[in-house]
């Protein structure tokens, strides 16, 4: 079964760091881009970042430019998001997302998120 | 960045009703479009691709549509599994970001 879990989330101070992680089993990791989207309580959809298979091509939200740092072990299977410099705005789910690529029907190249995790709550108080 | 806005912002339906819900973009994104549902709760979960394609595992009472800046999400005879929020999602250029969500409640 194809499956993505996350952890690693909890309560942090401002200012704070956490460290999320995301088991890949089911598929050859190795082979897909990961992203991360985050979803505050009662909104909607936010895109974090992401990262290609090879780790060569990395992007990041502005939101989280320079604070959050994603990075991948393909040996381990798992998927990392380090947060650091919390702010209260950063308080919701964080989903992890398996990246696929598709061909549109001008054989543009694109990616999409086909399979995500269950999510993983990161608050940010004091 | 491509701004994303989708309408209706709330949708009040009924079992076996059609619904159509619009996304579209600030600028050309071609047909690098999905769509997903959410239920409270729950991760997204793909419907749609490249604007038309259906995911795999999906029933084809959904259907996707529309290329450059409008797109439109149809449901034909609407289920009880099919109450939930609907986003988009442009996959043209960074950052990837989600329309601000249809849900479709019971009416």
């Known amino acids: 079964e194809v499956q993505l879990v996350e952890s690693g989330g909890g309560l942090v101070q401002p200012g704070g760091s956490l460290r999320l992680s995301c088991a890949a089993s089911?598929?050859?990791?190795?082979?897909?881009?990961m992203s991360w989207v985050r979803q505050a309580p009662g909104k909607g959809l936010e895109w974090v970042a992401d990262?290609?298979?090879?780790?060569?091509?990395?992007s990041y939200a502005d939101s989280v430019k320079g604070r959050f740092t994603i990075s991948r072990d393909n040996a381990q299977n798992s998927l990392f998001l380090q947060m650091n410099s919390l702010r209260a705005e950063d308080t919701a789910v964080y989903f992890c997302?398996?990246?696929?690529?598709?061909?549109?029907?001008?054989?543009?190249?694109?990616?999409?998120?086909?399979?995500w995790g269950q999510g993983t709550m990161v608050t940010v108080a004091s | 960045d491509i701004q994303l806005t989708q309408s209706p912002s709330f949708l009040s339906a009924s079992v076996g009703d059609r619904v159509t819900i619009t996304c579209r973009a600030s600028?050309?994104?071609?047909?690098?479009l999905a769509w997903y549902q959410q239920t409270p709760g729950k991760a997204p979960n793909l419907l749609i691709y490249?604007?038309?394609t259906l995911q795999s595992g999906v029933p084809s009472r959904f259907s996707g549509s529309g290329s450059g800046t409008e797109f439109t999400l149809t449901i034909t005879s609407l289920q009880p599994e099919d109450f939930a929020t609907y986003y988009c999602?442009?996959?043209?250029?960074?950052?990837?970001?989600f329309g601000p969500g249809t849900k479709v409640d019971i009416k």
């Open positions: 997302a398996r990246d696929t690529h598709y061909f549109d029907s001008s054989d543009s190249l694109g990616f999409v998120s086909d399979i």
């Open positions: 089911g598929f050859n990791f190795r082979a897909y881009g």
């Open positions: 990262i290609s298979s090879n780790v060569k091509k990395i």
């Open positions: 600028q050309g994104i071609s047909s690098h």
């Open positions: 490249a604007a038309s």
């Open positions: 999602q442009q996959l043209n250029s960074y950052p990837r970001i």
